[in-house]
Structures are given as structure tokens and as C-alpha cells.
């Protein structure tokens, strides 16, 4: 059973510039979640998407943005980026709720230079 | 707002010995906890989960403990070994399980 899969696994991007993450979660898993990890601040919520669509959000600025597909893969877009925004993107994926738990996948590193 | 805390951000432990890892929370309407692991390069994996109607929960090596009156819950690991050298993190979420809040992790150095 093939996991969560994330691409791609590194990316370095200039201020300003935007950038678009992609996430594949576990065949039969309808729930795709995203978090921000940066040191100190452990895994914070970005959101969480069901059969396309957005059911939770959580803190952080109009310039982070989802969306999911029919097939339940998901995309994040983070727009006019800031250093700030340089973290290890996590995308978690379920099979309705969190009750059940994550599976995450390995994660894309953001640089922004 | 932190509204799950781990307090110790490093632990180092002899191997063979308990590790124990605790975790504070301050929402009421928690009533799901998770444990993950995380090492590095790689996403966090799922550990070991309790609800609120229970206060221990056991797998193997692994016991979670939870003290609702405190929000206080606690991961012991025994015993340890060099394997289990990772960033644990501590996870909570409400009964509408839309969303995990977790904390900030606590580093566990099992030395040989």
C-alpha cells in the first residue's frame, strides 16, 4: 500500500515569488491535512481538505491556499513568498477524521531566499 | 496560544531505562490524544493514541497515561532503547476530529 507522497521533497524560492506543493494521500483516504513545521514552533495547521472541500483552517494568511481534487490528491500555493515561510510543509492524509490518525508524508522543504 | 505544551524540549536517557515524555494542554474539549515520532527527513509516524474515557493506554514498549483533572498527559517508553531516538510530539484534537493541535515535540537521546 503505496503512502502519502509528496512533491517535490526540496524547493529554494525568492522572496515574492510564489510556489505551489503537491500532496497524493493514501488510496482511499478522503481527508488531506497540511502543517507548517519551523523550529520552536512544532506542526502548526494549515488546513484540512474532505472530498474537495475545505472543512478546517487554521492561523496563518489569505497568501496560503489549497485545494483538493476529485481524486483526493491536494495542492498548497503559498503566494508573494516571505523568509518567514521557509519550514518543512507536511501533508497528512486519513480516512475521514483526525480521530483516526494521520499518515503523513516525508514533506517538502521550502527555502526562501 | 499554545494550547498543547511540552514543556522539556530535549530528553537524553541511558538505554534500558524509562523515558518519559509529557505533554500539558490547556482546551477543555480535548478528549483525543496522539503520540507521533519523528525522525529526521521524514514525516511523523503515529505512535500510540488514548480518548478521554480512558486513562492509560498500552502497546508494547509504549504507555500513555492521561490525567484529565491536570491536562496532563505523559508518554513512557521501557525500556528505551537507541532506536527510539527521535522528536516526539504530543497531539490533541476535539470530538469533531477535523483538525490535530500538537506541540511543540521534546527530542529523546537514547545513549547506548
Known amino acids: 500500500k503505496a503512502g502519502v507522497t509528496q512533491t517535490p521533497r526540496y524547493l529554494i524560492k525568492t522572496r515574492g515569488q510564489q510556489v505551489t506543493l503537491s500532496c497524493s494521500p493514501i488510496?482511499?483516504?478522503?481527508?488531506v491535512s497540511w502543517y507548517q513545521q519551523t523550529p520552536g514552533q512544532g506542526l502548526q495547521f494549515l488546513f484540512e481538505?474532505?472530498?474537495?472541500?475545505?472543512?478546517n483552517k487554521g492561523n496563518f494568511p489569505g497568501r496560503f491556499s489549497g485545494r483538493q481534487f476529485s481524486n483526493s490528491r491536494s495542492e498548497m500555493n503559498v503566494s508573494t513568498l516571505e523568509l518567514g515561510d521557509s519550514a518543512l510543509y507536511l501533508c497528512?492524509?486519513?480516512?475521514?477524521?483526525?480521530?483516526?490518525?494521520?499518515?503523513f508524508g516525508s514533506g517538502t522543504r521550502l527555502t526562501v531566499v | 496560544d499554545q494550547q498543547v505544551k511540552q514543556n522539556s524540549p530535549s530528553l537524553s536517557v541511558q538505554e534500558g531505562r524509562i523515558s518519559i515524555l509529557n505533554c500539558d494542554y490547556t482546551?477543555?474539549?480535548?478528549?483525543?490524544f496522539l503520540w507521533y515520532k519523528k525522525y529526521p527527513a521524514e514525516g511523523p509516524t503515529f505512535l500510540i493514541s488514548?480518548?478521554?474515557?480512558?486513562d492509560k493506554n498500552e502497546d508494547g514498549r509504549f504507555t500513555v497515561f492521561l490525567n484529565k483533572s491536570a491536562k496532563h498527559l505523559s508518554l513512557h517508553i521501557v525500556p528505551s532503547q537507541p532506536g527510539d531516538s527521535a522528536v516526539y510530539f504530543c497531539?490533541?484534537?476535539?470530538?469533531?476530529?477535523?483538525?490535530?493541535?500538537f506541540g511543540t515535540g521534546t527530542r529523546l537521546a537514547v545513549r547506548p
Open positions: 497528512a492524509s486519513s480516512p475521514g477524521t483526525a480521530f483516526y490518525g494521520y499518515t
Open positions: 488510496s482511499g483516504h478522503r481527508s
Open positions: 481538505y474532505f472530498s474537495e472541500t475545505q472543512r
Open positions: 482546551n477543555s474539549m480535548f478528549d483525543y
Open positions: 488514548i480518548s478521554s474515557i480512558k
Open positions: 497531539a490533541a484534537s476535539e470530538s469533531s476530529g477535523d483538525k490535530l493541535t
